[in-house]
């Protein structure tokens, strides 16, 4: 396995993001084999655990 040099994995790095940000964006998933699946999923808000002192 060839190891990338630091400049190379910059953008290799970056054209991914952009790659998959502007998908999640648009409301598809990205699965990227071997490593995991991502979307996007709208939550309710979340209340805090701890009260107000």
Known sequence: MEI???PALALVTSCSLDTITPAL???DDV???GFGT???KN???RTAATSDR
């Open 4 to 6: 990338l040099a630091p």
């Open 25 to 27: 964006s648009h409301g």
């Open 31 to 33: 699965v990227l084999i």
């Open 38 to 40: 991502f979307s996007v």
């Open 43 to 45: 939550r309710a808000e």
